[in-house]
């Protein structure tokens, strides 16, 4: 099909952007890698009067690590992500899983924040950033504002980003000594969406877990942080025992529906599965 008319803009600067998302108000949507969204255009599932284009707007892209932080532009494709030296050295979990999104047309036009914004609960992104515990540079009408992954995050495809706003930038915190974290992800084919997939990263100090991140993808209305599963890890000696445990409890947080990819006893088991696979690498990747 073919999408309904609309006006469309390409602005070069981030304040160009800003300007014109206030100027045409709700009539406006943001186009980042148009993964999604165009898609959606053309089934005249949406039909936005205006498109603004980030995709002149160089500064919002781009890979680096400062302040303590790794920072990940905004409009920064998941082919940078995948091919990323930094990150492959640094951040697994992040390389795991921008190797397995969609397909290599997807992962060369989407975008971190494009991704992020968008919300899908089966987007691979929401749940590693939630086990990293990332959080997120928002600009808009009213200045600057941050986002933890958790308070961005609301439900299906929503978002806590107000009109007019833009999402800019990925901060996640750099790793400390004794971190490693893995994706384990279920598709019935290669490029599929997730029948179920799960985000681990982990910190070992003096033998034990000293902080755990767990993030569920594909198992419920938005990402999952399986927060009791955290909590169990914490400060135990990340044994077998203890990583079987944990599945456990992170299959207990799921909430999946049934559908053409299984039950919801099956995908329920799928993420018990996929979480102590995850843990064990996480743990080997800490140096255990």
């Known amino acids: 099909m073919i999408p309904g008319q609309f006006e469309y803009h390409a602005p070069s600067t981030l304040d160009e952007a800003l300007a014109l998302l206030a100027e045409h108000g709700s009539d406006a949507r943001v186009l980042a890698g148009g993964q999604s969204l165009i898609p959606l255009m053309k089934l005249r599932l949406a039909s936005p009067a205006v498109l603004v284009d980030l995709n002149g707007v160089d500064s919002l892209s781009g890979i680096e690590e400062s302040d303590g932080q790794l920072r990940i532009g905004a409009m920064t494709r998941h082919s940078a992500l995948e091919r990323s030296e930094l990150i ?29 914004a968008h919300a899908d609960p089966a987007g691979d992104l929401g749940s590693v950033m939630t086990a990293l515990g990332a959080e997120v ?37 750099q790793p400390e000594a004794g971190s490693g974290g893995a994706y384990e992800k279920l598709e019935r084919k290669v490029g599929d969406f997730a029948t179920a997939a799960v985000a ?33 890890l914490t400060g135990s000696s990340l ?29 329920r088991d799928m993420v018990r599965v996929l979480t102590l696979r995850a843990l064990r690498r996480a743990v080997e990747r800490a140096g255990g």
């Open 137 to 173: 540079g928002v600009a808009g009408p009213g200045g600057a504002r941050t986002l933890s992954i958790d308070e961005l995050l609301l439900g299906p495809f929503m978002t806590t980003l107000d009109e007019g706003e833009i999402l800019t930038e990925v901060r996640v915190p």
């Open 239 to 267: 044994d077998d025992d203890a990583l079987r445990a944990a599945a456990d409890l992170a299959a207990a947080a799921s909430d999946p529906a049934a559908d053409l990819r299984g039950s919801e006893e099956y995908k």
């Open 88 to 116: 492959a050295s640094r951040y697994p979990l992040i390389a795991d899983a921008a190797a397995v999104i969609a397909d290599p047309l997807v992962r060369n036009r989407g975008t971190t924040g494009g991704s992020l």
């Open 200 to 232: 681990v990263q982990i910190t070992r100090a003096n033998g034990s877990c000293s902080a755990a991140g767990i993030g569920l993808t594909a198992v419920g209305p938005t990402t999952i942080r399986a927060s009791e599963a955290e909590d169990a």
